[in-house]
């Protein structure tokens, strides 16, 4: 609070002032005070006394500098403005799983996925209100998170802050998990655990949260690989040495309806986070696979038959020994790409399934690409670099073929799925452009 100001000019002329009321935003949020004084020049109770009041207070915040619309000085910025999902990247859901309602994120809950930051943080403070919308609702919110799907998962690869509703009753309740703010690593990250703990998951030392439709807050202390998580205003949970320790912030849909609020944020002092235990910067990688249908991939009766679509991944139905399936049952992308990077995951889900994928497609037709082999039931990662009639193959971080297309070759063209008997998964499929 500002100091109160004393007039000079003698007694008559002694006022002071101080803020009072406010928009009733929660903790530290933009507020807009109204003033009052004590004190008036002249003792007296009238319109006109009132308005002197009034180009007083003028006079005084004008020339002191004072701005009525000014943001509380306590280092906070919102990471959300209330209006918009401007600041925030849809990763791999649909365009109606996240969504601005009354000042609020709305998640629906479907797919399962994430709604991230464009900017990476390493030390700060975070704050946010959730509640669920229905019992047993489960969500998160991930700290120091990668920009895309971990492999094989529509999972961040992150420190989960847990967001659980003590409706959830899974097997194991109380053991490997709770519904109080549970913090534990996730696909690839690790930590090491405050507290009472099961594996690299920490349990919280107490339990303060509410369940649903009540509202929740979360204060989440994040410090040169150190997560601290306070639940309604009482540290429970925590860990050190996490890897990452610098990265993206994200919101997790996970099969339930919750909001978000009031969500802000204190940028705290670098402390030079090395480049392994760093996240990787997001390189322009655009989701081409919404986790819930087949919205931007052209369809016919063919590929409805040959498609379907469960947890979050494309399922191609052929019959193990059938041979190549049908021209007609390639499933392609609606718009066509010209230079270009594929990322995807695959899996084979039984014997004989060999995954293809097409490129440079037109009319149904197009350059098929036979994935190396992977073993029944793995996931793998690829990723298909088209510049020119360059192509570039890799699995995982590792380049597996480079060749050359034909002179002649189309300079743009379709993306397709396909695989040559037996049942195939793709899933976690992105795009970016090559410049």
Not at 91 to 119: F, Q, Y
Not at 371 to 392: F, H, K, N
Request: aromatic share 10%; glycine share 14%.
């Amino acid at each position: 609070m500002p100091a109160r100001p004393v007039g000079t000019g003698g007694e008559s002329a002694r006022f002071c002032w101080r803020r009072t009321g406010g928009c009733g935003c929660l903790r530290g949020q933009h507020v807009n005070p109204s003033l009052s004084f004590s004190g008036s020049p002249t003792g007296l109770h009238s319109h006109g006394t009132r308005l002197f009041r009034a180009g007083l207070c003028a006079a005084v915040l004008w020339f002191g500098g004072i701005r009525l619309s000014a943001a509380p000085k306590d280092g906070f910025q919102p990471l959300f403005n209330g209006n918009n999902l401007s600041g925030w990247v849809n990763v791999n859901c649909a365009p109606e799983t996240w969504s601005v309602k009354d000042g609020m994120i709305h998640c629906t809950g479907l797919p399962t996925g994430a709604l991230r930051t464009i900017k990476q943080y390493e030390n700060f403070i975070l704050e946010l209100d959730w509640r669920h919308l229905t019992k047993g609702g489960n969500s998160g919110v991930f700290i120091w998170a990668s920009p895309v799907a971990a492999p094989g998962v529509p999972f961040l690869r992150a420190i989960e802050v847990q967001v659980l509703d003590h409706g959830y009753d899974a097997k194991g309740k109380g053991e490997w998990y709770t519904t109080h703010g549970d913090v534990f690593p996730i696909h690839g990250a690790t930590m090491k655990p405050f507290g009472r703990h099961n594996g690299m998951r920490s349990f919280p030392s107490s339990e303060h949260s509410n369940g649903s439709p009540e509202w929740n807050h979360y204060r989440v202390v994040c410090t040169n690989g150190v997560l601290r998580l306070s639940v309604n205003g009482i540290e429970v949970s925590g860990g050190e040495e996490c890897n990452y320790r610098k990265g993206y912030i994200g919101l997790e849909s996970e099969g339930a309806p919750i909001d978000f609020r009031n969500i802000r944020l204190q940028e705290l002092p670098s402390s030079q986070a090395a480049l392994e235990v760093t996240a990787p910067l997001d390189t322009g990688w655009r989701p081409l696979f919404n986790g819930l249908d087949l919205r931007g991939w052209r369809t016919n009766a063919t590929t409805a038959a040959h498609w379907a679509v469960a947890g979050e991944r494309l399922l191609s139905r052929a019959d193990a020994g059938t041979g190549p399936a049908p021209a007609e049952s390639i499933l392609w992308t609606s718009r066509p790409y010209r230079d270009s990077e594929w990322m995807f995951d695959c899996r084979p889900t039984g014997p004989g399934a060999v995954p293809l994928v097409w490129i440079r497609g037109a009319q149904g037709v197009g350059t098929a690409v036979k994935l190396p082999a992977i073993e029944a039931g793995a996931s793998q990662r690829y990723t298909i670099r088209l510049v020119g009639r360059a192509v570039t193959l890799s699995r995982g971080s590792v380049v597996t073929e480079q060749w050359t297309l034909p002179e002649g070759s189309p300079k743009g063209g379709e993306f397709g799925l396909g695989s040559a008997g037996g049942t195939v998964e793709f899933m976690n499929l992105y795009v970016r452009d090559e410049r």
